[in-house]
Each structure stands twice: as C-alpha cells, then as structure tokens.
C-alpha cells in the first residue's frame, strides 16, 4: 500500500506460496489477479475476517486456472468501448464477485456493459485474452454448462480438456478452482443440433430443472438460487436457443 503523503509503501499481506511471478492487475484494493512462470493464472485476495494479526497478512489463493501461455501484461478494459443496453446485468457486491469467466478472444462486433469489471491480458505467443467477472448465479450456470460440454463432446486426440485446464507448476499440481473456461463454453455455439441437444438435455438434468410452468410475471431462477427459500419458484428447462443467447449476450461483454 503506497501512502501518498509519507511518499512511503508499506507491506499489508503477501502471498507465502512459492511462485514466479510474471504479472499482477489489482482488480479492487482487496483482489488480485496474477500470472506465473507456468502458465498459470491466480486468483488472491485478501483476509478480511482474520482470527490474528498473521492471517491478516497472508493472501488466500481464491482461485487457479492453467492458461498454458505466459502472460506478461495485464490491462483494465476491454477492447470494445461503446456500451450496448441488451448485455447481461450482473450485481456488483464485491462479496460475489469471487469467481472469474476466462475466455480468449475470438471475432467480436458487439459491445459490453460499460459498467462491467475485465481485465485484458497479453501473452508472449502475441495472443490476446480477457477475465470477466461474474455474480454467483452465472458463475453456477456456466460451470454446469462447461461440465456438460466435457462429458458429451470427445476432445481432440482423447486428451482431457479438464486435466489441461487444472493448475500445475514444478512444486504442486492442483485443481482448478472458481474459473470458467469461456473459450470451452463459447464453443458450443458451432457444434451441430444434436450434439446442443444432448448437451441441453445434460444441463437441464444437472440444475435439477422440471418442466414446469411459471406464473405470468414470475422471474425465472436456477434451482441452485431457488433453493434458497423453500418458497422461490424453480424455471422451466433450458433451450438451446434460450442457452446460445445467454452465450451470445457474454460474448458481448468482451
């Protein structure tokens, strides 16, 4: 933290974990966005609640996801400037801003909520990518999605898209934590109707969905924010075109 005042930067909390870093973006004054020498991208953040002083210095590893590139700049932004009204609106708690959509960069002509928090990166390949955050109920549904997506579609030489995308450097291999492949989970907008179909068929069954008929003027909800109050209505199933505009509004955003 730098005092403007004393002109001095004093240490709150480090991250005790052995990693060569390449890169950091602060997303706020409390989360942190890194990179490191294994093509990793980490996710830290501070310990509001701690029980001492000496957790109160230490950073919690919120999240991992391997990139397989090394990044080596880190931009706020993103590379459409123009706001659109039809983009997804997300709330902007802090406290539910923990999870991350990592997506790479595809053709875009549309544009995103002004209003959004992204960070760019840059890699040494010359690729180019962005991390999106996003609220809890999307974080549920894209996850659901992604996990949908791996178990119906056979990767590229048989290898696991999901090993590939856990964390792994030369002290630890890990599970990849609170990230959503978005460059996977876009993907599913090229595949053909029957493999959609029995992917939708897949996710519907995994949020617990039914066929159900809403009330007029209710708002639909996933059974995972439904189950919050015994009373909340559950939404009826997905469609693929229901689904490939939720992609499409993402898409947006970036």
């Known amino acids: 933290q730098y005092h403007y005042q004393t002109c001095k930067v004093e240490i709150i909390a480090r991250d005790f974990n052995a990693h060569s870093m390449r890169g950091v973006s ?63 609106t997300l709330e902007k708690s802090q406290r539910q801003l923990s999870q991350m959509f990592v997506s790479e960069i595809g053709d875009s002509t549309t544009t995103p909520n002004k209003n959004d928090a992204s960070i760019l990166f840059g890699t040494t390949s010359g690729a180019i990518g962005i991390c999106i955050n996003i609220d809890k109920d999307e974080f549920r549904f894209f996850s659901t999605l992604e996990n949908c997506i791996n178990n119906n579609i056979t990767p590229i030489g048989g290898l696991s898209h999901h090993e590939w995308r856990n964390f792994h450097n030369e002290h630890r291999v890990g599970h990849r934590r609170k990230c959503i492949d978005g460059e996977l989970v876009e993907k599913f907008l090229v595949l053909d109707v029957k493999d959609k179909e029995n992917i939708i068929h897949n996710l519907n069954d995994q949020l617990g969905l039914t066929n159900q008929v809403l009330p007029l003027g209710t708002v639909p909800m996933s059974v995972s924010s439904a189950a919050l109050s015994s009373d909340a209505p559950t939404r009826s199933l997905y469609t693929v075109d229901e689904v490939e505009a939720r992609l499409e509004l993402m898409q947006q955003r970036h």
Do not use: A
């Not at 501070?46 to 919120?62: F, H, V």
């Open 26 to 88: 602060f997303v706020d004054e409390e989360r942190y966005l890194c990179t490191e020498d294994y093509g990793n991208i980490i996710y830290l953040s501070r310990n509001l609640d701690p029980d001492n002083d000496e957790d109160n210095e230490q950073l919690i590893e919120e999240g991992e996801f391997h990139l397989g590139d090394y990044v080596n700049v880190f931009v706020k932004g993103s590379l459409i400037s123009q706001p659109t009204e039809n983009v997804i």
